[in-house]
Nanobody, 127 residues
Framework: QLQFVESGGGLVQPGGSLRLSCAASGFTLDDYDIGWFRQAPGKEREGVSC????????YYADSVKGRFTISRDNGKNTVYLQMNSLKPEDTAAYSC????????????????????WGQGTQVTVSS
């Protein structure tokens, strides 16, 4: 079963930055499209960003385009989400998972992953 461990969340002021990490064990992340997702209190989970397997093409939801950057380090079997210019509306629990970037890019509000969702890491943007 595909399992992921997210880390790097925290409390940050508006305009600040954080880098989230998505680590995997027991399988190679580069064999899968990997997405980042978030769920704010009282809201449905949504997709945020995605990186394709093998060619590393990247995709972003409009709400984060130009502020977030997804990347992959195959040597560390880890996918990152660099988040800059953070806003209070970015506050959410962020999780990663294996997905289909092509499908996710057409329906960011209906994210699906292969396997289970990770526990996630909390990001709070507040002054």
């Amino acid at each position: 079963q595909l399992q992921f461990v997210e880390s790097g969340g925290g409390l940050v002021q508006p305009g600040g930055s954080l880098r989230l990490s998505c680590a995997a064990s027991g399988f190679t992340l580069d064999d899968y499209d990997i997405g980042w997702f978030r769920q704010a209190p009282g809201k449905e989970r949504e997709g945020v960003s995605c990186i394709k397997r093998w060619d590393d093409n990247t995709y972003y939801a409009d709400s984060v385009k130009g502020r977030f950057t997804i990347s992959r380090d195959n040597g560390k079997n880890t996918v990152y989400l660099q988040m800059n210019s953070l806003k209070p509306e970015d506050t959410a629990a962020y999780s990663c998972g294996a997905t289909d970037c092509t499908a996710l890019n057409t329906a960011w509000s209906m994210p699906r992953v292969f396997g289970s969702w990770g526990q996630g890491t909390q990001v709070t943007v507040s002054s």
